[in-house]
């Protein structure tokens, strides 16, 4: 068939006797190849034989001269001659299922052209099977049955072939719900997906590598296939995996695509600009609750492009002002596997004009609350049946720490945050979350600074909430040279920077006090002249004379003790001067301290008088101790040095 504009005219050669009108084309066809495959041809071309009507083809004509002038196509004029007394007949078919596209497939099977059947057309072109009775006790091998064969044995094996189809139906409605083909291609992608492990998909949202490229996993085609689908449409599939108890994983997989399709700014990384309109709000809204009431309620996977898709969703939930149902359930959502997140994803900017602060502190803490309180319930539970993943919950716990010092650093510089939020935020966390405080006094320090008109009080209350005795030595030596802290604050960082300085000193005198002899020798021939029994020192002269010849691993071991030995004893002589150092601006601060404190028993003692004044709650006299304690370093850890 051949195009002129609006009109298809057949290229048999012979001349057309059926005029058909789909939509705002018309078909110049044939009687015979009709009436030969459909039933409703046959009924419409008789009826109208028995009371034919006669139409003059000055009227095609007319047309084609219309074509004519607007300079496309020609028809013969010969054979408009001929055709001039010839009757036709004239069929319309409003509301033709596919449109024009589908019954131009439909008209080429009736004249036996081998047509072309896919995912997209297949269920256009049943509907038009339906509507022109084309069936199989009318004719052999018709439409109907071929498009029956073609989505029962090809679309409905393949997730993504029925998902296309099930994206054809949509302008087919209500017929293809009528002929079952919506609910078999939902089944079909149910029952495919469900069959199918989750870790072949990959994860749906494109990962970046480390050089900063995307990576696109094979998986991830099936489901923007699917963000194609219109929302009803969605719903009905997304309640169908829900049926079919789908993995969590699938379901969270085709929220986020549809969602970062259809909902603007959902991703921060997402520039692709969409083909699609941008919907309206209240279509937004709709989204964005059909999402948030089906996430699972299940923890993610532990990629963090879920949590921060989460985090992005809860962004759009504030700037529409959607319900608080769907706040309610992101933040919780969120605080299940908070231990994913990343400092950007809390950064979340205050859009309510009731807030003075840059950010949302109050979702945060919401968030955080959450969070402890499945903590909670999972130690409850782990007492009841007994403990499973308590090495886990503490990781997780010691993740959230060091989120949150770092949250309190970056909102810690708003000069509207007041000294009550930060202190409830700061203190919300138990203690075992944090292994070293110097995260919490980096945050400290930061607020301090932003907000230099607080009086002494409230700097020593924001100073309360660290505890020196989890500070690092670099954290200390920091802190006891900051101008910024409270008196209180620096006297107690620099008694457990003395006590520190004590301990690892003791540590290195223990290590450094060994007797050369028995590191100038190995332990191995050492215990040979134990067991001999001979005099030590002559022993010594005559092992040390073959070690090198016989040993030459132990002298390797016995050079690199005495190298070692040596860089300790470089160390504790540097810790020493920095402990007399220590030890004289700590003893002129208690003569300062000692004037000002007029009141109190005259027989109280310096050291009891400085614990009680600034609340040191241990015995004070550790300080000058000069017990042996080793002190255990806390290898592979790494803090972060404060400014």
């Known amino acids: 068939m051949a195009s002129k504009r609006q009109a298809w005219f057949c290229t048999t050669g012979l001349p057309s006797d059926v005029v058909v009108e789909v939509d705002d084309m018309t078909f110049h066809l044939h009687k015979f190849p009709l009436m030969s495959k459909s039933n409703k041809f046959h009924g419409m071309i008789t009826e109208q034989e028995k009371n034919p009507t006669r139409l003059r083809?000055?009227?095609?004509?007319?047309?084609?001269?219309?074509?004519?002038?607007?300079?496309?196509?020609?028809?013969?004029?010969?054979?408009?001659?001929?055709?001039?007394?010839?009757?036709?007949?004239?069929?319309?078919?409003?509301?033709?299922?596919?449109?024009?596209?589908?019954?131009?497939?439909?008209?080429?099977f009736c004249y036996g052209v081998k047509i072309e059947l896919s995912?997209?057309?297949?269920?256009?072109?049943?509907?038009?099977?339906?509507?022109?009775?084309?069936?199989?006790?009318?004719?052999?091998?018709?439409?109907?049955?071929?498009?029956?064969?073609?989505?029962?044995?090809?679309?409905?094996?393949?997730?993504?072939?029925?998902?296309?189809?099930?994206?054809?139906?949509?302008?087919?409605?209500?017929?293809?719900?009528?002929?079952?083909?919506?609910?078999?291609?939902?089944?079909?992608?149910?029952?495919?997906?469900?069959s199918t492990d989750p870790s072949l998909f990959g994860w749906p949202v494109n990962e970046v590598e480390p050089g900063g490229r995307r990576k696109n996993?094979?998986?991830?085609?099936?489901?923007?296939?699917?963000?194609?689908?219109?929302?009803?449409?969605?719903?009905?599939?997304?309640?169908?995996?829900?049926?079919?108890?789908?993995?969590?994983?699938?379901?969270?997989?085709?929220?986020?695509?549809?969602?970062?399709?259809?909902?603007?700014?959902?991703?921060?990384?997402?520039?692709?600009?969409?083909?699609?309109?941008?919907?309206?709000?209240?279509?937004?809204?709709?989204?964005?609750?059909?999402?948030?009431?089906?996430?699972?309620?299940?923890?993610?996977?532990?990629?963090?492009?879920?949590?921060?898709?989460?985090?992005?969703?809860?962004?759009?939930?504030?700037?529409?002002?959607?319900?608080?149902t769907c706040r309610d359930v992101l933040e919780?959502?969120?605080?299940?596997?908070?231990?994913?997140?990343?400092?950007?994803?809390?950064?979340?900017?205050?859009?309510?004009?009731?807030?003075?602060?840059?950010?949302?502190?109050?979702?945060?803490?919401?968030?955080?609350?959450?969070?402890?309180?499945?903590?909670?319930?999972?130690?409850?539970?782990?007492?009841?049946?007994?403990?499973?993943?308590?090495?886990?919950?503490?990781?997780?716990?010691?993740?959230?720490?060091?989120?949150?010092?770092?949250?309190?650093s970056e909102i810690a510089s708003d000069a509207n945050l007041k000294p009550e939020k930060f202190l409830e935020l700061a203190v919300a966390l138990p203690d075992h979350a944090r292994l070293f405080d110097d995260g919490l006094y980096r945050a400290v320090d930061v607020y301090l600074k932003a907000h230099p008109w607080l009086p002494e009080t409230e700097r020593e209350k924001i100073c309360g909430v660290m505890d020196c005795r989890k500070l690092t030595l670099e954290a200390c030596t920091h802190a006891a040279q900051n101008e910024r802290l409270p008196l209180r604050a620096v006297v107690q960082v620099l008694f457990f920077e003395q006590l520190q300085l004590r301990q690892a000193i003791a540590g290195t005198l223990i290590a450094a006090d060994v007797p050369a002899a028995d590191l100038s020798r190995p332990s191995n021939l050492?215990?040979?002249?134990?067991?001999?029994?001979?005099?030590?020192?002559?022993?010594?002269?005559?092992?040390?004379?073959?070690?090198?010849?016989?040993?030459?691993?132990?002298?390797?071991?016995?050079?690199?003790?005495?190298?070692?030995?040596?860089?300790?004893?470089?160390d504790m002589d540097s810790m020493r001067s920095r402990v007399h150092e220590l030890e004289r601006e700590c003893s002129s601060m208690k003569k300062a301290i000692e004037q000002i404190d007029k009141v109190g028993p005259p027989n109280r003692g310096r050291r009891s008088s400085l614990a009680k004044k600034f609340g040191c709650k241990f015995k004070t006299q550790v300080c000058d101790s000069h017990q042996p304690t080793v002190v255990q370093a806390r290898k592979g850890r790494n803090h972060h040095r404060p400014p």
């Open 57 to 108: 083809k000055s009227s095609t004509t007319a047309a084609a001269a219309e074509e004519e002038d607007s300079g496309d196509g020609e028809i013969e004029e010969e054979e408009v001659e001929d055709e001039e007394e010839e009757p036709y007949c004239h069929i319309s078919l409003p509301e033709f299922p596919g449109g024009s596209e589908a019954f131009e497939v439909a008209a080429k």
């Open 119 to 194: 995912a997209a057309n297949v269920a256009p072109l049943r509907c038009a099977g339906e509507v022109l009775e084309m069936t199989e006790e009318y004719s052999e091998d018709n439409l109907i049955s071929r498009t029956e064969r073609f989505l029962s044995q090809t679309v409905l094996k393949s997730i993504k072939d029925s998902i296309r189809t099930l994206k054809s139906c949509e302008g087919l409605m209500p017929m293809a719900e009528t002929l079952g083909i919506v609910q078999k291609c939902i089944d079909s992608i149910g029952a495919r997906a469900s």
């Open 217 to 324: 996993t094979g998986g991830d085609s099936w489901f923007e296939e699917l963000a194609l689908l219109s929302l009803p449409l969605f719903k009905r599939l997304i309640f169908a995996m829900k049926a079919r108890n789908l993995s969590p994983e699938v379901i969270e997989s085709c929220l986020i695509h549809y969602a970062k399709r259809y909902i603007p700014g959902i991703s921060r990384s997402n520039r692709k600009s969409s083909s699609s309109s941008i919907p309206s709000e209240s279509e937004q809204i709709e989204l964005l609750e059909t999402v948030i009431a089906n996430l699972p309620v299940e923890k993610s996977s532990s990629s963090s492009t879920a949590t921060r898709f989460l985090f992005g969703l809860l962004r759009t939930v504030n700037i529409l002002n959607a319900s608080e």
């Open 332 to 408: 919780r959502k969120i605080g299940s596997q908070l231990e994913q997140a990343t400092l950007d994803d809390l950064l979340i900017p205050s859009y309510s004009y009731l807030n003075e602060t840059l950010y949302d502190v109050h979702c945060v803490e919401r968030i955080l609350g959450y969070f402890l309180d499945g903590l909670e319930e999972i130690s409850a539970a782990r007492i009841e049946g007994g403990d499973e993943n308590s090495g886990a919950r503490s990781a997780a716990l010691m993740l959230v720490g060091k989120l949150i010092d770092g949250y309190l």
């Open 526 to 570: 050492r215990r040979e002249e134990e067991r001999d029994g001979d005099d030590s020192s002559d022993a010594g002269v005559a092992v040390t004379s073959v070690a090198p010849r016989a040993q030459d691993g132990s002298t390797t071991t016995w050079r690199a003790t005495v190298r070692e030995n040596q860089v300790l004893r470089l």
